[in-house]
T-cell receptor, first 115, second 110 residues
């Protein structure tokens, strides 16, 4: 039972390069989220999705794009990487809200460094 | 706007001592509150939530609406409790976003 799987686990990019982080969940969860974790800042929501084909902005969306073409996958894209985007990125998923406030299940994280 | 404040970035206690990790929130409605834990080199995971009123790994947390607090407590800390702890608030409604505090790193010394 994999839960939430993030790929890659580590990546080093040069400023201006682009890349996509993949998040996959096998729990049939409706909701998916992308966070970034920075020292002293906690977790901040970048974008989220409440279902296949839908996305919405979180707290810190600038410089990122997302897509949810399939229910099980949530992609986070950096079109032109900047050093300020050096961070650890976490994906999470949860059941839809009508079951009550369901906890979020997290992936292992992707450590991204932008040089 | 909702906000979660964890006033202590670092907390260090000795094994067997009581521990309390503070969490205060700001929200005008009826919040749902959670504690998440991240052990070294592991993924973030749910520790407990206030609606369950449960005790997990000896930890408890009571929602105090008057003081807008949701402090995490354990009477006797263990070394394996050393981890990063995050308090999180969900505001309800149709979007299930969580607002996280900045976290408290708990170190339990032998």
């Amino acid at each position: 039972n994999a839960g939430v799987t993030q790929t890659p686990k580590f990546r080093v990019l040069k400023t201006g390069q682009s890349m996509t982080l993949l998040c996959a969940q096998d729990m049939n969860h409706e909701y998916m989220y992308w966070y970034r974790q920075d020292p002293g800042m906690g977790l901040r929501l970048i974008h989220y999705s409440v279902g296949e084909g839908t996305t919405a902005k979180g707290e810190v969306p600038d410089g990122y794009n997302v897509s949810r073409l399939k229910k099980q996958n949530f992609l986070l894209g950096l079109e032109s990487a900047a050093p300020s985007q050096t961070s650890v990125y976490f994906c999470a998923s949860s059941l839809a809200g009508w079951y009550g406030n369901q906890p979020q299940h997290f992936g292992d994280g992707t450590r991204l460094s932008i040089l | 706007a909702q906000r979660v404040t964890q006033p202590e970035k670092l907390l260090s206690v000795f094994k067997g001592a009581p521990v309390e990790l503070k969490c205060n929130y700001s929200y005008s409605g009826s919040p749902e509150l959670f504690w998440y834990v991240q052990y070294s080199r592991q993924r973030l995971q749910l520790l407990l939530r206030h609606i369950s009123r449960e005790s997990i790994k000896g930890f408890t947390a009571d929602l105090n609406k008057g003081e807008t607090s949701f402090h995490l407590k354990k009477p006797f800390a263990q070394e394996e409790d050393s981890a990063m702890y995050y308090c999180a608030l969900h505001s309800g409604g149709s979007n299930y976003k969580l607002t996280f505090g900045k976290g408290t790193l708990l170190t339990v010394n032998p």
